[in-house]
Protein backbone atom coordinates (compact mmCIF):
# COMPACT_ATOMS: atom_id res chain seq x y z
CA UNK A 1 0.00 0.00 0.00
CA UNK A 2 1.26 3.89 -0.98
CA UNK A 3 0.72 6.25 1.33
CA UNK A 4 -1.26 9.33 -0.39
CA UNK A 5 0.71 12.26 -1.14
CA UNK A 6 2.19 13.96 2.18
CA UNK A 7 0.25 16.64 3.46
CA UNK A 8 1.62 20.01 4.47
CA UNK A 9 2.02 19.51 8.18
CA UNK A 10 3.44 22.55 9.78
CA UNK A 11 6.84 23.04 8.61
CA UNK A 12 7.07 25.05 5.83
CA UNK A 13 10.57 24.88 3.29
CA UNK A 14 10.24 28.05 2.05
CA UNK A 15 9.57 30.78 4.12
CA UNK A 16 7.65 32.69 1.18
CA UNK A 17 4.08 33.88 2.75
CA UNK A 18 1.86 31.83 0.69
CA UNK A 19 4.06 28.50 2.19
CA UNK A 20 3.86 30.29 5.92
CA UNK A 21 0.20 30.63 4.90
CA UNK A 22 -0.03 26.60 4.07
CA UNK A 23 1.82 25.27 6.36
CA UNK A 24 -0.15 26.91 9.31
CA UNK A 25 -1.31 24.49 11.41
CA UNK A 26 -5.18 25.39 10.39
CA UNK A 27 -5.11 25.74 6.79
CA UNK A 28 -4.05 21.91 7.01
CA UNK A 29 -6.84 21.46 9.26
CA UNK A 30 -9.03 22.75 6.94
CA UNK A 31 -7.56 21.21 3.72
CA UNK A 32 -8.30 17.72 5.43
CA UNK A 33 -11.52 18.51 6.05
CA UNK A 34 -12.14 19.29 2.33
CA UNK A 35 -9.80 16.02 1.34
CA UNK A 36 -11.55 13.98 3.43
CA UNK A 37 -15.18 14.85 2.14
CA UNK A 38 -15.77 17.65 -0.17
CA UNK A 39 -19.58 17.53 -0.11
CA UNK A 40 -20.15 17.60 3.67
CA UNK A 41 -17.31 20.25 3.92
CA UNK A 42 -19.21 22.33 1.71
CA UNK A 43 -22.69 22.11 3.40
CA UNK A 44 -20.96 22.60 6.48
CA UNK A 45 -19.21 25.83 5.46
CA UNK A 46 -22.83 26.77 4.11
CA UNK A 47 -24.24 26.43 7.20
CA UNK A 48 -21.08 27.93 9.30
CA UNK A 49 -22.48 31.45 7.23
CA UNK A 50 -25.70 31.25 6.51
CA UNK A 51 -26.07 30.97 11.13
CA UNK A 52 -23.53 33.43 11.15
CA UNK A 53 -25.66 35.94 9.69
CA UNK A 54 -28.88 35.02 10.98
CA UNK A 55 -28.20 37.51 14.10
CA UNK A 56 -27.43 40.66 12.25
CA UNK A 57 -30.55 39.77 10.56
CA UNK A 58 -32.23 39.47 13.80
CA UNK A 59 -30.61 42.72 15.18
CA UNK A 60 -31.82 44.26 11.96
CA UNK A 61 -35.63 43.08 12.27
CA UNK A 62 -35.67 44.33 16.40
CA UNK A 63 -34.23 47.36 15.51
CA UNK A 64 -37.17 47.57 12.36
CA UNK A 65 -39.86 46.48 15.04
CA UNK A 66 -38.67 49.31 17.32
CA UNK A 67 -39.04 51.72 14.81
CA UNK A 68 -42.50 51.08 13.68
CA UNK A 69 -43.65 50.51 17.53
CA UNK A 70 -42.33 54.15 17.78
CA UNK A 71 -44.15 55.14 14.34
CA UNK A 72 -47.23 53.39 15.00
CA UNK A 73 -46.20 51.74 11.54
CA UNK A 74 -47.78 48.09 10.54
CA UNK A 75 -46.00 45.59 13.03
CA UNK A 76 -46.54 42.69 10.76
CA UNK A 77 -43.89 42.62 8.35
CA UNK A 78 -40.86 43.15 11.12
CA UNK A 79 -42.67 40.55 13.59
CA UNK A 80 -42.78 37.72 11.32
CA UNK A 81 -39.19 38.38 10.08
CA UNK A 82 -38.20 37.87 13.94
CA UNK A 83 -40.14 35.00 14.06
CA UNK A 84 -38.81 33.19 11.02
CA UNK A 85 -35.43 34.19 11.83
CA UNK A 86 -35.66 32.63 15.47
CA UNK A 87 -37.26 29.56 14.44
CA UNK A 88 -33.80 28.99 11.49
CA UNK A 89 -31.51 30.20 14.95
CA UNK A 90 -33.09 27.16 16.82
CA UNK A 91 -33.02 24.49 13.38
CA UNK A 92 -29.89 25.14 12.18
CA UNK A 93 -27.88 24.56 15.66
CA UNK A 94 -28.49 20.67 15.49
CA UNK A 95 -28.32 20.38 11.70
CA UNK A 96 -25.33 22.07 11.84
CA UNK A 97 -23.86 19.53 15.19
CA UNK A 98 -25.38 16.51 13.03
CA UNK A 99 -23.19 17.52 9.83
CA UNK A 100 -19.76 18.72 11.88
CA UNK A 101 -19.77 15.88 13.87
CA UNK A 102 -20.58 13.45 10.50
CA UNK A 103 -17.35 15.40 8.91
CA UNK A 104 -15.22 15.13 11.99
CA UNK A 105 -16.44 11.07 12.08
CA UNK A 106 -14.94 11.17 8.14
CA UNK A 107 -11.56 12.83 8.97
CA UNK A 108 -10.82 10.95 11.96
CA UNK A 109 -11.45 7.81 9.38
CA UNK A 110 -8.72 9.46 6.96
CA UNK A 111 -6.52 10.43 9.82
CA UNK A 112 -6.61 6.70 11.11
CA UNK A 113 -5.81 5.08 8.11
CA UNK A 114 -3.20 7.46 7.30
CA UNK A 115 -1.89 6.79 11.08
CA UNK A 116 -1.90 2.97 10.20
CA UNK A 117 -0.38 3.44 6.58
CA UNK A 118 2.59 5.26 7.97
CA UNK A 119 3.11 2.98 10.74
CA UNK A 120 3.17 -0.33 8.81
CA UNK A 121 4.71 0.74 5.59
CA UNK A 122 8.40 0.46 6.69
CA UNK A 123 9.77 -2.88 6.01
CA UNK A 124 11.72 -3.04 9.42
CA UNK A 125 10.51 -1.76 12.78
CA UNK A 126 13.44 0.94 13.90
CA UNK A 127 10.86 3.44 13.35
CA UNK A 128 8.49 2.44 16.61
CA UNK A 129 11.00 1.75 18.78
CA UNK A 130 12.77 5.20 17.66
CA UNK A 131 12.45 7.49 21.42
CA UNK A 132 12.95 10.54 19.20
CA UNK A 133 9.35 9.82 17.45
CA UNK A 134 7.47 8.36 20.33
CA UNK A 135 6.41 11.90 21.12
CA UNK A 136 5.42 11.98 17.79
CA UNK A 137 3.60 8.94 17.91
CA UNK A 138 2.02 9.03 21.00
CA UNK A 139 0.00 12.75 19.84
CA UNK A 140 -0.84 11.32 16.82
CA UNK A 141 -2.12 7.70 18.33
CA UNK A 142 -4.19 10.01 21.19
CA UNK A 143 -5.21 12.62 19.11
CA UNK A 144 -9.07 11.55 18.69
CA UNK A 145 -9.18 9.56 21.80
CA UNK A 146 -10.51 12.32 24.22
CA UNK A 147 -7.15 11.82 26.20
CA UNK A 148 -5.75 15.74 25.01
CA UNK A 149 -9.19 17.15 23.87
CA UNK A 150 -12.23 16.56 22.63
CA UNK A 151 -12.33 13.38 19.82
CA UNK A 152 -12.97 15.09 16.72
CA UNK A 153 -16.53 14.67 16.10
CA UNK A 154 -17.19 16.75 19.32
CA UNK A 155 -14.72 19.91 18.47
CA UNK A 156 -15.79 20.29 14.99
CA UNK A 157 -18.92 21.37 17.06
CA UNK A 158 -17.16 23.71 19.10
CA UNK A 159 -15.36 24.56 16.01
CA UNK A 160 -17.91 25.90 13.89
CA UNK A 161 -19.96 27.14 17.13
CA UNK A 162 -16.84 29.51 16.92
CA UNK A 163 -16.95 30.24 13.78
CA UNK A 164 -20.68 30.89 13.33
CA UNK A 165 -19.94 33.21 16.36
CA UNK A 166 -16.75 34.95 14.37
CA UNK A 167 -18.92 35.21 11.26
CA UNK A 168 -22.22 36.59 13.32
CA UNK A 169 -19.75 39.63 15.00
CA UNK A 170 -18.15 40.55 11.28
CA UNK A 171 -22.22 40.87 10.41
CA UNK A 172 -23.09 42.73 13.09
CA UNK A 173 -19.99 45.01 12.71
CA UNK A 174 -20.89 45.63 9.15
CA UNK A 175 -24.21 46.59 10.06
CA UNK A 176 -23.02 49.41 11.66
CA UNK A 177 -21.48 50.55 8.82
CA UNK A 178 -25.01 52.21 8.27
CA UNK A 179 -24.55 54.12 11.44
CA UNK A 180 -21.05 55.69 10.55
CA UNK A 181 -17.67 54.32 8.22
CA UNK A 182 -15.61 53.82 10.90
CA UNK A 183 -18.12 52.22 13.64
CA UNK A 184 -16.90 48.79 12.49
CA UNK A 185 -13.43 49.48 12.18
CA UNK A 186 -13.58 50.60 15.73
CA UNK A 187 -15.71 48.10 16.74
CA UNK A 188 -14.75 45.13 15.05
CA UNK A 189 -11.67 46.38 14.99
CA UNK A 190 -11.29 45.97 18.61
CA UNK A 191 -12.80 42.88 18.95
CA UNK A 192 -10.45 41.51 16.20
CA UNK A 193 -7.73 42.81 18.19
CA UNK A 194 -7.74 40.74 20.80
CA UNK A 195 -7.02 37.15 19.09
CA UNK A 196 -3.66 39.31 18.46
CA UNK A 197 -2.82 40.92 21.73
CA UNK A 198 -4.30 37.20 23.03
CA UNK A 199 -2.14 35.50 20.68
CA UNK A 200 0.78 33.85 23.28
CA UNK A 201 -2.67 32.11 25.35
CA UNK A 202 -3.74 30.15 21.99
CA UNK A 203 -0.30 28.52 21.89
CA UNK A 204 -1.30 25.72 24.07
CA UNK A 205 2.15 23.99 23.93
CA UNK A 206 0.22 20.47 25.37
CA UNK A 207 2.80 18.48 22.82
CA UNK A 208 5.73 19.37 24.45
CA UNK A 209 8.15 16.39 24.83
CA UNK A 210 7.92 17.09 29.07
CA UNK A 211 3.72 17.15 28.78
CA UNK A 212 3.88 14.09 26.68
CA UNK A 213 6.05 11.71 28.72
CA UNK A 214 3.59 13.42 32.04
CA UNK A 215 0.89 11.87 29.77
CA UNK A 216 2.64 9.02 28.90
CA UNK A 217 3.39 8.14 32.48
CA UNK A 218 -0.47 8.78 33.82
CA UNK A 219 -1.84 7.11 31.02
CA UNK A 220 0.34 4.07 32.19
CA UNK A 221 -0.20 4.43 35.57
CA UNK A 222 -4.28 4.47 35.08
CA UNK A 223 -3.61 1.44 32.71
CA UNK A 224 -2.25 -0.67 35.48
CA UNK A 225 -4.87 0.04 37.74
CA UNK A 226 -7.66 -0.69 34.88
CA UNK A 227 -6.81 -3.12 32.56
CA UNK A 228 -7.43 -6.89 34.30
CA UNK A 229 -3.80 -8.23 33.16
CA UNK A 230 -2.38 -5.92 36.15
CA UNK A 231 -4.81 -6.90 38.26
CA UNK A 232 -3.44 -9.85 39.82
CA UNK A 233 -0.04 -8.65 40.54
CA UNK A 234 -1.22 -5.20 41.87
CA UNK A 235 -3.39 -6.86 44.58
CA UNK A 236 -1.07 -9.97 45.18
CA UNK A 237 2.18 -6.99 46.14
CA UNK A 238 -0.58 -4.81 47.42
CA UNK A 239 0.25 -1.97 45.32
CA UNK A 240 -3.23 -0.78 45.24
CA UNK A 241 -2.77 2.25 47.52
CA UNK A 242 0.70 2.81 45.32
CA UNK A 243 -1.02 3.08 42.10
CA UNK A 244 -3.49 5.16 43.00
CA UNK A 245 -1.21 8.09 44.70
CA UNK A 246 1.27 7.41 41.36
CA UNK A 247 -1.58 8.21 39.30
CA UNK A 248 -2.93 10.99 41.43
CA UNK A 249 0.82 12.73 41.42
CA UNK A 250 1.23 12.02 37.29
CA UNK A 251 -2.11 12.96 37.06
CA UNK A 252 -1.30 16.19 38.99
CA UNK A 253 1.58 16.64 37.31
CA UNK A 254 0.27 16.70 33.88
CA UNK A 255 -2.49 19.21 34.84
CA UNK A 256 0.25 21.63 36.72
CA UNK A 257 2.25 21.40 32.98
CA UNK A 258 -0.78 22.33 30.88
CA UNK A 259 -1.91 24.96 33.79
CA UNK A 260 1.53 26.62 32.78
CA UNK A 261 1.19 26.00 29.04
CA UNK A 262 -2.47 27.31 28.81
CA UNK A 263 -3.11 30.51 31.77
CA UNK A 264 -3.61 33.98 30.30
CA UNK A 265 -0.66 36.61 30.65
CA UNK A 266 -1.69 39.10 32.77
CA UNK A 267 -0.11 42.08 30.51
CA UNK A 268 -1.80 41.18 27.44
CA UNK A 269 -5.39 40.96 29.70
CA UNK A 270 -4.68 44.55 30.93
CA UNK A 271 -4.13 46.08 27.19
CA UNK A 272 -7.01 43.95 25.44
CA UNK A 273 -9.46 45.67 28.65
CA UNK A 274 -8.64 48.78 28.14
CA UNK A 275 -8.75 48.59 24.04
CA UNK A 276 -11.98 47.44 24.29
CA UNK A 277 -13.10 49.96 27.09
CA UNK A 278 -12.02 53.09 24.94
CA UNK A 279 -13.67 52.02 21.68
CA UNK A 280 -16.82 50.78 23.25
CA UNK A 281 -17.00 54.31 24.78
CA UNK A 282 -16.32 56.13 22.10
CA UNK A 283 -18.85 54.11 19.82
CA UNK A 284 -21.47 54.78 22.92
CA UNK A 285 -20.71 57.91 23.31
CA UNK A 286 -21.29 58.94 19.97
CA UNK A 287 -24.46 57.12 19.51
CA UNK A 288 -25.58 58.34 22.49
CA UNK A 289 -24.80 62.08 21.22
CA UNK A 290 -27.04 61.05 18.11
CA UNK A 291 -29.90 59.50 19.52
CA UNK A 292 -29.92 62.58 22.03
CA UNK A 293 -30.11 65.39 19.30
CA UNK A 294 -32.49 63.22 17.00
CA UNK A 295 -29.55 62.61 14.34
CA UNK A 296 -30.11 58.41 14.90
CA UNK A 297 -34.02 57.29 14.91
CA UNK A 298 -34.77 55.13 18.19
CA UNK A 299 -35.23 52.01 15.89
CA UNK A 300 -32.02 52.22 14.36
CA UNK A 301 -30.39 52.97 17.85
CA UNK A 302 -31.80 49.87 19.30
CA UNK A 303 -30.34 47.83 16.10
CA UNK A 304 -26.98 50.03 16.14
CA UNK A 305 -26.53 49.24 20.40
CA UNK A 306 -27.23 45.93 19.52
CA UNK A 307 -25.17 45.33 16.27
CA UNK A 308 -22.32 46.76 18.91
CA UNK A 309 -23.02 43.99 21.31
CA UNK A 310 -23.23 41.38 18.78
CA UNK A 311 -19.69 42.33 17.30
CA UNK A 312 -17.88 41.02 20.82
CA UNK A 313 -18.86 37.60 19.22
CA UNK A 314 -15.82 38.58 17.28
CA UNK A 315 -13.75 38.38 20.75
CA UNK A 316 -10.52 35.88 21.00
CA UNK A 317 -12.92 32.49 22.58
CA UNK A 318 -13.57 29.17 22.25
CA UNK A 319 -12.56 29.37 18.36
CA UNK A 320 -8.94 29.89 19.04
CA UNK A 321 -8.61 26.97 21.63
CA UNK A 322 -11.27 24.44 19.80
CA UNK A 323 -9.14 25.01 16.53
CA UNK A 324 -5.72 25.29 18.36
CA UNK A 325 -6.45 21.71 19.42
CA UNK A 326 -8.16 19.73 16.27
CA UNK A 327 -5.47 21.97 14.60
CA UNK A 328 -2.41 20.45 16.85
CA UNK A 329 -4.22 16.59 17.04
CA UNK A 330 -4.61 16.80 12.80
CA UNK A 331 -0.80 18.34 12.49
CA UNK A 332 0.66 15.41 14.52
CA UNK A 333 -1.02 12.45 12.89
CA UNK A 334 0.53 13.83 9.43
CA UNK A 335 3.68 15.21 10.77
CA UNK A 336 4.25 11.31 11.82
CA UNK A 337 4.03 10.29 8.25
CA UNK A 338 7.05 12.32 7.35
CA UNK A 339 8.53 11.40 11.00
CA UNK A 340 8.21 7.78 10.63
CA UNK A 341 9.63 8.00 7.23
CA UNK A 342 12.50 9.77 7.95
CA UNK A 343 13.22 7.32 11.19
CA UNK A 344 12.80 4.17 9.27
CA UNK A 345 15.02 6.07 6.45
CA UNK A 346 18.12 6.24 8.86
CA UNK A 347 18.00 2.36 9.62
CA UNK A 348 15.75 1.57 6.34
CA UNK A 349 15.22 -1.96 5.56
CA UNK A 350 14.92 -1.41 1.69
CA UNK A 351 13.68 -4.19 -0.37
CA UNK A 352 16.00 -5.78 -3.04
CA UNK A 353 14.59 -7.18 -5.60
CA UNK A 354 15.70 -10.62 -5.74
CA UNK A 355 12.94 -13.36 -5.15
CA UNK A 356 13.12 -15.96 -2.12
CA UNK A 357 11.31 -18.68 -3.60
CA UNK A 358 12.84 -21.87 -2.33
CA UNK A 359 15.60 -20.33 -0.47
CA UNK A 360 17.47 -21.51 1.25
CA UNK A 361 18.69 -24.12 -0.36
CA UNK A 362 22.11 -24.67 0.93
CA UNK A 363 22.56 -22.10 3.85
CA UNK A 364 22.02 -19.20 5.56
CA UNK A 365 25.38 -17.62 6.56
CA UNK A 366 25.60 -14.40 9.13
CA UNK A 367 29.20 -13.35 8.35
CA UNK A 368 30.89 -11.06 10.61
CA UNK A 369 27.45 -9.09 12.26
CA UNK A 370 27.43 -6.53 14.15
CA UNK A 371 24.04 -4.89 15.21
CA UNK A 372 23.07 -2.43 17.81
CA UNK A 373 19.70 -1.15 17.95
CA UNK A 374 19.15 2.44 16.84
CA UNK A 375 20.15 5.07 19.49
CA UNK A 376 21.97 2.39 21.40
CA UNK A 377 25.75 2.93 21.49
CA UNK A 378 27.05 -0.80 22.54
CA UNK A 379 26.44 -3.71 20.12
CA UNK A 380 24.23 -6.14 20.29
CA UNK A 381 25.75 -8.40 18.09
CA UNK A 382 29.57 -8.27 18.00
CA UNK A 383 31.18 -10.00 15.06
CA UNK A 384 28.91 -12.27 14.83
CA UNK A 385 29.81 -15.66 12.37
CA UNK A 386 27.24 -18.53 11.99
CA UNK A 387 26.07 -20.86 9.81
CA UNK A 388 22.38 -22.16 9.38
CA UNK A 389 22.48 -25.29 7.02
CA UNK A 390 19.63 -25.68 4.55
CA UNK A 391 16.98 -28.67 5.97
CA UNK A 392 18.78 -28.86 9.56
CA UNK A 393 17.33 -27.59 12.87
CA UNK A 394 20.25 -25.10 14.72
CA UNK A 395 19.37 -24.64 18.26
CA UNK A 396 20.61 -21.08 19.50
CA UNK A 397 21.46 -21.20 23.56
CA UNK A 398 22.86 -18.54 25.34
CA UNK A 399 22.33 -16.45 28.65
CA UNK A 400 20.00 -13.94 29.15
CA UNK A 401 20.16 -10.83 26.62
CA UNK A 402 22.94 -12.26 24.40
CA UNK A 403 21.49 -11.33 21.63
CA UNK A 404 20.07 -14.31 20.22
CA UNK A 405 16.43 -12.82 19.90
CA UNK A 406 18.00 -10.08 17.73
CA UNK A 407 19.87 -12.74 15.92
CA UNK A 408 16.62 -14.04 15.00
CA UNK A 409 15.18 -10.20 14.14
CA UNK A 410 17.94 -10.20 11.55
CA UNK A 411 16.85 -13.15 9.53
CA UNK A 412 13.56 -11.74 9.64
CA UNK A 413 14.78 -8.29 8.20
CA UNK A 414 13.03 -6.50 10.45
CA UNK A 415 16.65 -4.59 11.40
CA UNK A 416 19.67 -4.67 8.92
CA UNK A 417 22.77 -5.19 10.23
CA UNK A 418 25.35 -2.30 11.22
CA UNK A 419 28.12 -3.83 9.40
CA UNK A 420 28.39 -7.23 8.17
CA UNK A 421 25.78 -9.51 6.39
CA UNK A 422 23.09 -12.09 6.14
CA UNK A 423 23.32 -13.98 3.37
CA UNK A 424 21.01 -16.97 2.40
CA UNK A 425 22.43 -18.99 -1.08
CA UNK A 426 25.31 -16.68 -1.18
CA UNK A 427 22.76 -14.01 -1.39
CA UNK A 428 22.71 -10.94 0.88
CA UNK A 429 19.43 -10.58 2.37
CA UNK A 430 19.45 -6.89 1.76
CA UNK A 431 19.15 -7.74 -1.93
CA UNK A 432 16.10 -10.18 -1.90
CA UNK A 433 12.31 -8.99 -1.90
CA UNK A 434 11.24 -8.59 1.50
CA UNK A 435 7.57 -9.77 1.00
CA UNK A 436 8.98 -13.17 -0.62
CA UNK A 437 11.47 -13.91 1.72
CA UNK A 438 9.27 -13.17 4.78
CA UNK A 439 6.39 -15.55 2.85
CA UNK A 440 9.38 -17.71 3.38
CA UNK A 441 9.27 -17.82 6.84
CA UNK A 442 7.20 -18.36 9.99
CA UNK A 443 8.11 -17.79 13.25
CA UNK A 444 6.92 -18.12 17.31
CA UNK A 445 8.46 -14.88 18.83
CA UNK A 446 8.95 -14.88 22.26
CA UNK A 447 6.34 -12.51 22.38
CA UNK A 448 3.68 -13.99 20.06
CA UNK A 449 0.63 -12.28 19.47
CA UNK A 450 -2.67 -13.56 21.42
CA UNK A 451 -4.91 -11.78 18.70
CA UNK A 452 -8.14 -11.31 19.87
CA UNK A 453 -9.88 -13.34 16.84
CA UNK A 454 -11.72 -16.54 16.57
CA UNK A 455 -9.44 -19.51 16.98
CA UNK A 456 -9.44 -20.40 13.14
CA UNK A 457 -7.48 -16.74 12.64
CA UNK A 458 -5.09 -17.31 15.31
CA UNK A 459 -4.42 -20.47 14.04
CA UNK A 460 -4.77 -19.37 9.92
CA UNK A 461 -4.62 -15.57 9.97
CA UNK A 462 -4.31 -15.80 6.08
CA UNK A 463 -6.82 -18.57 5.51
CA UNK A 464 -7.04 -22.18 5.45
CA UNK A 465 -9.05 -24.94 4.92
CA UNK A 466 -10.89 -26.20 8.67
CA UNK A 467 -9.05 -29.67 8.40
CA UNK A 468 -5.93 -27.82 7.65
CA UNK A 469 -6.23 -25.65 11.03
CA UNK A 470 -7.41 -29.03 12.96
CA UNK A 471 -4.54 -30.98 12.00
CA UNK A 472 -1.89 -27.72 13.37
CA UNK A 473 -3.68 -27.60 16.02
CA UNK A 474 -3.47 -31.28 16.81
CA UNK A 475 0.15 -31.64 15.77
CA UNK A 476 0.62 -28.54 18.07
CA UNK A 477 -0.96 -30.93 20.91
CA UNK A 478 -4.24 -28.64 21.18
CA UNK A 479 -6.81 -31.09 20.04
CA UNK A 480 -10.28 -29.97 21.14
CA UNK A 481 -8.79 -26.99 22.58
CA UNK A 482 -12.40 -24.49 21.59
CA UNK A 483 -14.62 -24.51 18.86
CA UNK A 484 -13.04 -23.15 15.71
CA UNK A 485 -15.38 -20.10 15.88
CA UNK A 486 -14.52 -19.18 19.38
CA UNK A 487 -12.87 -15.55 19.93
CA UNK A 488 -10.29 -15.96 22.03
CA UNK A 489 -10.44 -12.75 24.39
CA UNK A 490 -12.81 -12.58 27.12
CA UNK A 491 -14.28 -9.51 26.32
CA UNK A 492 -16.11 -10.73 23.31
CA UNK A 493 -19.52 -12.64 23.46
CA UNK A 494 -19.15 -16.41 23.94
CA UNK A 495 -15.18 -15.51 23.95
CA UNK A 496 -12.83 -17.03 26.12
CA UNK A 497 -9.13 -16.91 27.09
CA UNK A 498 -6.20 -19.88 27.27
CA UNK A 499 -3.81 -20.45 29.35
CA UNK A 500 -0.35 -19.44 28.43
CA UNK A 501 0.72 -23.33 27.29
CA UNK A 502 -2.58 -23.56 25.50
CA UNK A 503 -1.72 -20.18 23.95
CA UNK A 504 1.54 -21.05 23.05
CA UNK A 505 0.16 -24.29 21.70
CA UNK A 506 -1.96 -22.17 19.54
CA UNK A 507 1.04 -19.94 18.14
CA UNK A 508 3.01 -23.37 17.23
CA UNK A 509 -0.05 -24.48 15.24
CA UNK A 510 0.25 -20.95 13.20
CA UNK A 511 3.87 -21.31 12.50
CA UNK A 512 2.57 -25.22 10.80
CA UNK A 513 -0.53 -23.64 8.87
CA UNK A 514 2.10 -21.05 7.71
CA UNK A 515 5.17 -24.01 6.48
CA UNK A 516 1.59 -25.46 4.69
CA UNK A 517 1.46 -22.80 2.66
CA UNK A 518 4.75 -22.59 2.00
CA UNK A 519 7.18 -21.60 4.42
CA UNK A 520 10.95 -23.32 3.99
CA UNK A 521 12.61 -21.62 7.37
CA UNK A 522 11.23 -21.84 10.89
CA UNK A 523 12.21 -19.69 14.02
CA UNK A 524 10.73 -20.73 17.15
CA UNK A 525 12.03 -18.37 20.14
CA UNK A 526 10.99 -20.03 23.16
CA UNK A 527 8.36 -22.07 21.96
CA UNK A 528 7.49 -24.18 24.63
CA UNK A 529 8.97 -22.06 27.50
CA UNK A 530 5.32 -22.07 28.95
CA UNK A 531 4.57 -26.10 28.21
CA UNK A 532 4.70 -28.71 30.94
CA UNK A 533 7.68 -31.22 30.79
CA UNK A 534 5.84 -34.39 29.37
CA UNK A 535 4.10 -31.86 27.45
CA UNK A 536 7.04 -29.93 25.40
CA UNK A 537 8.85 -33.37 24.75
CA UNK A 538 5.58 -34.65 22.83
CA UNK A 539 5.16 -31.24 20.94
CA UNK A 540 8.36 -30.74 20.25
CA UNK A 541 8.79 -34.06 18.80
CA UNK A 542 5.49 -33.51 16.43
CA UNK A 543 6.72 -29.89 15.19
CA UNK A 544 10.20 -30.98 14.31
CA UNK A 545 8.41 -33.94 12.32
CA UNK A 546 5.91 -31.97 10.88
CA UNK A 547 8.37 -29.39 9.53
CA UNK A 548 10.70 -31.79 8.38
CA UNK A 549 12.82 -30.55 5.22
CA UNK A 550 12.58 -27.07 6.58
CA UNK A 551 15.35 -24.92 8.34
CA UNK A 552 14.78 -24.46 11.52
CA UNK A 553 16.18 -22.06 13.96
CA UNK A 554 15.08 -22.87 18.30
CA UNK A 555 16.23 -20.40 20.87
CA UNK A 556 15.34 -22.33 24.01
CA UNK A 557 16.83 -22.14 27.80
CA UNK A 558 15.48 -25.75 28.25
CA UNK A 559 17.98 -28.45 27.21
CA UNK A 560 16.03 -31.04 26.76
CA UNK A 561 14.54 -29.68 24.01
CA UNK A 562 17.78 -28.12 22.71
CA UNK A 563 19.59 -31.72 22.38
CA UNK A 564 17.13 -33.08 19.74
CA UNK A 565 18.38 -30.31 17.28
CA UNK A 566 20.74 -31.49 14.80
CA UNK A 567 23.08 -28.42 15.58
CA UNK A 568 23.57 -26.07 18.67
CA UNK A 569 25.51 -23.01 18.67
CA UNK A 570 25.85 -20.81 21.83
CA UNK A 571 26.00 -17.00 21.84
CA UNK A 572 28.04 -14.91 24.43
CA UNK A 573 28.00 -11.11 24.43
CA UNK A 574 26.52 -10.79 20.65
CA UNK A 575 29.07 -14.29 19.31
CA UNK A 576 29.11 -17.65 18.76
CA UNK A 577 32.06 -19.10 21.25
CA UNK A 578 31.03 -22.60 20.35
CA UNK A 579 29.17 -24.51 17.74
CA UNK A 580 28.40 -28.44 16.97
CA UNK A 581 26.19 -31.22 17.47
CA UNK A 582 25.01 -32.21 21.57
CA UNK A 583 27.51 -35.28 21.60
CA UNK A 584 30.49 -32.95 20.33
CA UNK A 585 29.71 -29.71 22.48
CA UNK A 586 28.98 -32.48 25.47
CA UNK A 587 32.70 -33.78 24.63
CA UNK A 588 34.23 -29.83 24.73
CA UNK A 589 33.36 -29.47 28.02
CA UNK A 590 32.70 -26.03 27.36
CA UNK A 591 29.93 -23.69 27.91
CA UNK A 592 27.17 -25.74 26.77
CA UNK A 593 28.15 -28.82 28.68
CA UNK A 594 28.27 -26.44 32.09
CA UNK A 595 24.96 -25.01 31.79
CA UNK A 596 23.63 -29.19 30.47
CA UNK A 597 24.96 -30.20 33.80
CA UNK A 598 23.60 -27.43 35.87
CA UNK A 599 20.59 -28.08 34.38
CA UNK A 600 20.42 -31.59 34.55
CA UNK A 601 21.50 -31.54 38.15
CA UNK A 602 18.89 -29.06 39.42
CA UNK A 603 16.06 -30.93 37.00
CA UNK A 604 17.16 -34.58 38.89
CA UNK A 605 16.90 -32.85 42.40
CA UNK A 606 13.40 -31.73 41.45
CA UNK A 607 12.51 -35.18 40.60
CA UNK A 608 14.16 -36.61 43.39
CA UNK A 609 12.15 -34.27 46.04
CA UNK A 610 8.65 -34.83 43.88
CA UNK A 611 9.58 -38.91 44.22
CA UNK A 612 10.09 -38.25 47.72
CA UNK A 613 7.38 -36.40 48.51
CA UNK A 614 5.16 -39.11 46.73
CA UNK A 615 5.97 -41.49 48.86
N1 LIG B 1 14.23 -2.92 20.91
C1 LIG B 1 15.34 -2.85 21.65
N2 LIG B 1 15.94 -1.67 21.86
C2 LIG B 1 17.06 -1.58 22.57
N3 LIG B 1 17.69 -2.64 23.13
C3 LIG B 1 17.15 -3.84 22.95
C4 LIG B 1 15.93 -4.02 22.21
N4 LIG B 1 15.63 -5.33 22.21
C5 LIG B 1 16.60 -5.95 22.92
N5 LIG B 1 17.51 -5.07 23.36
C6 LIG B 1 18.72 -5.35 24.12
O1 LIG B 1 19.53 -6.20 23.33
C7 LIG B 1 20.18 -7.18 24.11
C8 LIG B 1 19.93 -8.57 23.53
O2 LIG B 1 18.54 -8.84 23.62
P1 LIG B 1 17.92 -10.18 23.04
O3 LIG B 1 16.45 -10.08 23.21
O4 LIG B 1 18.45 -10.44 21.71
O5 LIG B 1 18.52 -11.23 24.09
P2 LIG B 1 18.22 -12.79 24.23
O6 LIG B 1 19.52 -13.48 24.12
O7 LIG B 1 17.15 -13.21 23.30
O8 LIG B 1 17.71 -12.82 25.74
P3 LIG B 1 16.64 -13.78 26.47
O9 LIG B 1 17.29 -15.10 26.69
O10 LIG B 1 16.41 -13.07 27.76
O11 LIG B 1 15.43 -13.84 25.61
C9 LIG B 1 19.67 -7.00 25.53
O12 LIG B 1 20.66 -6.31 26.27
C10 LIG B 1 18.44 -6.14 25.38
O13 LIG B 1 18.31 -5.28 26.48
Redesign the pocket.
Known amino acids: MTLPAAEEVGRPEKSSPKALFRARREWVFFATLWKSHPALTVAWWALVLFQGVLPAVFVVAVGVLVGAVADGAPLRTPLLLIGVVFVLMQVMTPLHAQVGSLLGEHVSDRLHDRLLVAANTPDG?AHL?DRERMDELTAARDFDLGLTGPPLHLSMGIIAGGLVEAVAGLAQAVVLAAYAWWAPLLVGGAWLSTHWLLRESTRWDRNTGEVLDAQRRAEYSYRLAVDSPAAKEIRLFGLASWLTDRFAADRRALIELRWHATRLRQKPMRWTVLVLIVSGGLFFWSLGRDAASGAVGLGQVSTFAYAAVGASALAFGGLNWALSLAADGVASVLRVEQAMSASAAARAVVSGRAPAEGMPAAQIRFRDVTF?????S?P?LDGLDLTVPAGGSLA?V????????????LLCRLYDPVSGTVEVDGTDLRDLDVESWRRRLSAVF?DFVRYELPLRDNVAPLGAAPEQVLEALATAGATDLRDLDTVLSPGYANGTDLSGGQWQRVALARVLCAVNRGAGVVVL??PTAQLDVRGEAEVFDRVLEATRGCTTVL?S?RFSTVRRADRICV?DR?RVIETGSHDELMALQGTYARLFHLQAARFNEEQDGADHADR
Do not use: C, F, R
Request: aromatic share 4%.
Open positions: VESYPGMTVVGVNGAGKSTLVKQDEIHVG
